[in-house]
């Protein structure tokens, strides 16, 4: 494949630094999309970006994206010449719950990370992708979004409003018989710097490339929310399941 025609299929990767984006950025170079990395930290970036390249014989540029000054999205957007074919959402912060229960400013940050930061930016595509007639959303969620628990009832929430987002705009182009596609990813625990510093156990703990090959797997078929790994699907249905008053009580 040319660069021209990579160019032609380009993906906007907003949280461009983070692990499992990376992965999945490296899956869709392999396929011959373009990239354009999106992030606060340019160095980081340019430096994957090179790699990437390298790697892939793909185009990838870089563009900076605030998750939390919503006021620059429209124009952030509007940047990207030419506005890319699809976007995933990779943006995220799991912070910390006890710091945020102490002091709201830090939940706020948490809430607006994870939801009306990726909200603002990806009503730009929606809108662009809707006049355009085509287009793919891809929004990484949680499956903490499932059910709040006690260890992280903010971060949940803002993956639940996410979640319901996504699944409220995938909604809306089915109703109006366009082919814009909305992706929903619940991932359980992976190995990334998020869950670094924690525990999470080691046979429910997936890697980013798993990550990603469950990614590509829905993006190449017809899936609108996946679970990855699998197993999450039937996890988290046990845990939805449970009445509150039993699981009031659980320390998941
Ligand atoms: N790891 C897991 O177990 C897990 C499980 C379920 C869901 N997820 C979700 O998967 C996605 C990727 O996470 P990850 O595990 O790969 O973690 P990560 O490496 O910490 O990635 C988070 C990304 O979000 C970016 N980001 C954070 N705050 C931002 C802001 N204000 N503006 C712009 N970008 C910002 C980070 O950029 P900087 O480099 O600038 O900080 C980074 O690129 C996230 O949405 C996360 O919630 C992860």
């Given at each position: 494949m040319t660069a021209t025609s990579a160019e032609q299929r380009q993906v906007l990767?907003?949280?461009?630094?983070?692990?499992?984006?990376l992965a999945l950025a490296a899956a869709l170079a392999s396929r011959d999309f373009g990239l354009i990395l999106a992030g606060r930290d340019s160095a980081a970036l340019e430096r994957e970006a090179k790699d990437i390249e390298?790697?892939?014989?793909v185009p990838v540029t870089v563009a900076h994206f605030e998750a939390l000054d919503p006021d620059s999205h429209a124009d952030f957007w509007q940047s990207l010449q030419p506005a890319p074919q699809g976007v995933v959402c990779a943006t995220g912060l799991?912070?910390?719950?006890?710091?945020?229960?102490?002091?709201?400013?830090?939940?706020?940050?948490?809430l607006d990370t994870?939801?009306?930061?990726?909200?603002?930016v990806l009503d730009q595509a929606a809108r662009h992708f809707e006049q355009a007639g085509e287009g793919f959303i891809i929004g990484i969620s949680s499956v903490a979004g499932d059910r709040g628990r006690a260890s992280n009832y903010y971060y949940g929430a803002a993956k639940a409003g996410f979640s319901t987002y996504l699944s409220g705009l995938r909604n809306h182009f089915a109703s109006t018989g366009s082919r814009v596609r909305v992706i929903t990813v619940k991932?359980?625990?992976?190995?990334?710097?998020?869950t670094a510093n924690h525990d999470t156990p080691?046979?429910?703990?997936a890697h980013p490339e798993q990550t990603a090959r469950d990614i590509m797997r829905a993006l190449q078929g017809r899936r609108d929310v996946i679970y990855t790994r699998w197993y999450w699907r039937w996890i988290m249905l046990i845990i939805r399941l449970l009445p509150e008053t039993i699981f009031k009580r659980t320390k998941l």
């Open positions: 990767i907003l949280g461009g630094t983070s692990e499992i984006a390298l790697r892939y014989e799991l912070g910390d719950h006890n710091d945020a229960r102490r002091d709201f400013d830090h939940a706020r940050r948490i994870n939801l009306t930061g990726c909200i603002s991932p359980g625990f992976v190995a990334t710097r998020m080691a046979l429910l703990t």
